[in-house]
């Protein structure tokens, strides 16, 4: 639950209440790739999925997944040189495959020494009832969580950003891991275009109410090369400064219930990709920002939560 000393329910407070020290992330690229890119539904993915599927920090995938474990883990280790691991299934649809395959990559993963948890990020569309399965079993051994892509509730925003499924996907699906004991977190963008902050808002309330257990507030990063980058050259759109933002996150926080885990703020970006806005690559400024907005107004999470 909401930590007296902080505003808002952190992944690292959640964390550390299961597993009792830190949990290291690490983001890892299995090698997947996804129906809205291969063509079963587009070829264009989503306009806002950088080339590398939103895994631009993620190991390479040229390396296996033991490697690519023992090169991110080196990597982490000047930062946090002591906790546990949480293997990060983050480039494109990591659910996109035969199950058998999934359970090579899985099992691989959670094998590796110092390995408590596993996460794996994928659209709604792409988990059935074997997978399930499969999550369930794994889940005896080690911590297990989905992340799905949910992104708006508008479905004319969805429609716009080429998610290529309904809402009501995402609804099933959630309901689907809430009967397997699967915890969930969800996938809000903020600030695409034309969406004001009661859309935001809304997003966040839908993805809650269907039941999910945690999100990602995500600051929407326009990046060079994507169908957005191309669209907002044609068509330029407002985006966020810095004040706006705050205010924004700080807003969404306020009504997002105290058992809702936050597990993310704004996002990270590949300097040489981003176009824009520049000054979300100063990540520290930007937490520090909404640590001080919330002190300036004396709130936290789910002060004024309608749930």
């Not at 924004?248 to 703020?265: D, G, W």
């Amino acid at each position: 639950m909401l930590n007296p000393k902080h505003p808002f329910y952190s992944a690292n407070d959640f964390y550390r209440e299961i597993f009792g020290e830190k949990i290291i992330k690490l983001a890892i690229d299995g090698g997947f790739t996804c129906p809205n890119r291969d063509g079963t539904l587009s070829y264009n993915g989503c306009i806002f999925c950088s080339g590398k599927g939103s895994g631009d920090f993620a190991g390479s995938r040229s390396l296996t997944i033991s490697e690519q474990y023992k090169q991110m883990k080196e990597k982490m280790s000047s930062k946090w040189p002591n906790g546990r691991y949480m293997m990060y299934f983050q480039a494109y649809t990591n659910t996109y495959a035969p199950v058998e395959k999934l359970r090579k990559l899985y099992y691989e993963a959670i094998e590796c020494e110092g390995v408590a948890a596993l996460s794996v990020a994928t659209r709604p569309d792409c988990i059935n009832e074997e997978i399930m399965e499969l999550l369930k079993e794994i889940s005896k051994k080690v911590y297990v969580c989905v992340e799905l892509g949910l992104q708006t509730s508008s479905e004319k925003s969805a429609g716009f950003i080429n998610r290529c499924y309904d809402n009501n996907v995402y609804d099933k699906a959630l309901r689907m891991l809430n009967e397997y004991g699967i915890d969930t977190v969800t996938h809000i963008i903020l600030g695409l275009p034309h969406e004001c902050c009661e859309d935001m808002l809304n997003s966040v309330n839908y993805a809650i109410d269907c039941g999910t257990k945690g999100i990602k507030l995500q600051l929407l990063h326009i990046i060079k090369g994507t169908a957005l980058y191309d669209f907002y050259m044609e068509k330029p759109f407002k985006i966020f400064s810095l004040e706006d933002y705050v205010n924004t996150v700080v807003n969404i926080i306020e009504k997002i219930p105290q058992n809702i885990v936050i597990h993310r703020i704004t996002g990270d970006a590949d300097k040489a990709e981003l176009f824009e806005p520049w000054w979300s690559l100063n990540k520290r400024r930007v937490l520090n920002s909404v640590a001080k907005e919330f002190v300036r107004r004396g709130s936290w999470q789910g002060k004024y939560s309608k749930h």
